[in-house]
Nanobody, 116 residues
Framework: QVQLVESGGGLVKPGGSLRLSCARS????????MGWYRQAPGKQRELVAV???????YYGDPAKGRFTISGDSVKNSVYLQIDSLKPEDTALYYC??????????WGQGTQVTVSS
């Protein structure tokens, strides 16, 4: 059973920074990608950033410029550094894994709230 546990969310003032962490446990045949999605109230879940098995990062449109994804070499953990936080970054941030064959796994989410 694959489990993803996120941490690092919280209440931050505009302009601040956060580092989200996701720890993966459980066996998979082959990990294809690991990363982050987010969902704001009343909105659809959207891609923030994922890192592929070859360490290539992919960023969604909202994340370009202020977000940095990283992970350990075996993708047991993945991190999301968010700088210059804006109120529109407020959302529940989900850790995500795509694995062979066509498996997807989600964490429970960690809340990020940006407010003065």
């Amino acid at each position: 059973q694959v489990q993803l546990v996120e941490s690092g969310g919280g209440l931050v003032k505009p302009g601040g920074s956060l580092r989200l962490s996701c720890a993966r446990s459980g066996r998979i045949i082959r990990l294809d990608a690991m990363g982050w999605y987010r969902q704001a109230p009343g909105k659809q879940r959207e891609l923030v950033a994922v890192v592929a098995a070859d360490d290539t990062p992919y960023y969604g449109d909202p994340a370009k410029g202020r977000f940095t994804i990283s992970g350990d070499s075996v993708k047991n953990s993945v991190y999301l550094q968010i700088d210059s936080l804006k109120p529109e970054d407020t959302a529940l941030y989900y850790c995500y894994v795509r694995a062979y064959p066509s498996r997807e796994y989600w964490g429970q989410g960690t809340q990020v709230t940006v407010s003065s």
